[in-house]
Nanobody, 126 residues
């Protein structure tokens, strides 16, 4: 059974930075494409970023492109989301997700993923 545990959220001022982590356990990490999603109050969950199994290819939502960076460490079984130049509209609960089949590119366009973490709150004050 795969488990995903996010950490690193918190309260930050606009323009600041945070780095989120998501630790994967239970299966072979390098077999999974991984992604970050977020859900703001009153809104649907939305795609943020995804990374392929080797870590060589990444995809981003237009709203975070150039500010956020997704990466993975296949030794530490962890993915990261470095978030810079944060804006109040980035306030949300951030979730990591894992898919055994499919591609990182498809994570941004498909509904439903194999495994989800419990989420970590990110609040950006203006």
């Amino acid at each position: 059974q795969v488990q995903l545990v996010e950490s690193g959220g918190g309260l930050v001022q606009a323009g600041g930075s945070l780095r989120l982590s998501c630790v994967f356990s239970g299966r072979t990490f390098s077999n999974y494409v991984m992604g970050w999603f977020r859900q703001a109050p009153g809104k649907e969950r939305e795609f943020v970023a995804a990374i392929n199994r080797s870590g060589g290819t990444t995809y981003y939502a237009d709203s975070v492109k150039g500010r956020f960076t997704i990466s993975r460490d296949n030794i530490k079984n962890t993915i990261y989301l470095q978030m810079n130049s944060l804006k109040p509209e980035d306030t949300a609960v951030y979730y990591c997700a894992a898919d055994y089949r499919g591609t990182a590119q498809a994570m941004g366009t498909t509904q439903g993923h194999d495994y989800w973490g419990q989420g970590t709150q990110v609040t950006v004050s203006s």
